[in-house]
T-cell receptor, first 114, second 115 residues
Framework: GNSVTQMEGPVTLSEEAFLTINCTYTATGYPSLFWYVQYPGEGLQLLLKATKADDKGSNKGFEATYRKETTSFHLEKGSVQVSDSAVYFCALSDSGGSQGNLIFGKGTKLSVKP | NAGVMQNPRHLVRRRGQEARLRCSPMKGHSHVYWYRQLPEEGLKFMVYLQKENIIDESGMPKERFSAEFPKEGPSILRIQQVVRGDSAAYFC?????????????FGPGTRLTVT
């Protein structure tokens, strides 16, 4: 079945450091890929998405490229801020099917220190 | 433009009681999804509903859990005879489910604690 594997946290970085959070997936067909962010005590917010191979999603300085050959969708940011501290979830949607539900990784907690 | 609304935000129930969680989708959205997040875990899909129809309930426990999305009013996730293992955050998401663009918008969640 479909699944998402992302690097375990927690990840602790200093402000302005480079961030990479790895995400790989297993899926039949051609899923859409997403990164969601969850701030403490809040629900999930869509950070970025990509719907086909080689697409690059970007938002708020974060980027991720849909790599079909490596089945990956790694999240990157060149210079993190304290306000980026949150839990990041990689997810896929087999939107070609009738279900459309999202399948999530376990989440990676990021802490950015001043 | 209000986002997805969930209430209550926090719910405490004793073992054996019933829990009712409500979700109002974003305006214009007719598709609702419920997910459960256990501590230190990612979200797990439970059920996908359209107005008056359950489309996919493959993630719902077979007993004690039910969901509905009536023609009028919010979607309801109902848990009967709650047990401690039901303690979790329950998130609702909505979409207009255009094929090939399944962008879901999440509510703030209901945190259920069973004592």
């Amino acid at each position: 079945g479909n699944s998402v594997t992302q690097m375990e946290g927690p990840v602790t970085l200093s402000e302005e450091a480079f961030l990479t959070i790895n995400c790989t997936y297993t899926a039949t067909g051609y899923p859409s890929l997403f990164w969601y962010v969850q701030y403490p005590g809040e629900g999930l917010q869509l950070l970025l998405k990509a719907t086909k191979a080689d697409d690059k999603g970007s938002n708020k300085g974060f980027e991720a490229t849909y790599r079909k050959e490596t089945t990956s969708f790694h999240l990157e940011k060149g210079s993190v801020q304290v306000s980026d501290s949150a839990v990041y979830f990689c997810a896929l949607s087999d939107s070609g099917g009738s279900q459309g539900n999202l399948i999530f990784g376990k989440g990676t907690k990021l802490s950015v220190k001043p | 433009n209000a986002g997805v609304m969930q209430n209550p935000r926090h719910l405490v129930r004793r073992r054996g009681q019933e829990a009712r969680l409500r979700c109002s989708p974003m305006k214009g959205h007719s598709h609702v999804y419920w997910y459960r997040q256990l501590p230190e875990e990612g979200l797990k899909f439970m059920v996908y509903l359209q107005k008056e129809n359950i489309i996919d309930e493959s993630g719902m426990p077979k007993e004690r859990f039910s969901a509905e999305f009536p023609k009028e009013g919010p979607s309801i996730l109902r848990i009967q005879q709650v047990v401690r293992g039901d303690s979790a955050a329950y998130f609702c998401a909505s979409s207009n489910a255009v094929q090939g663009n399944n962008e879901q918008y999440f509510g703030p969640g209901t945190r259920l604690t069973v004592t």
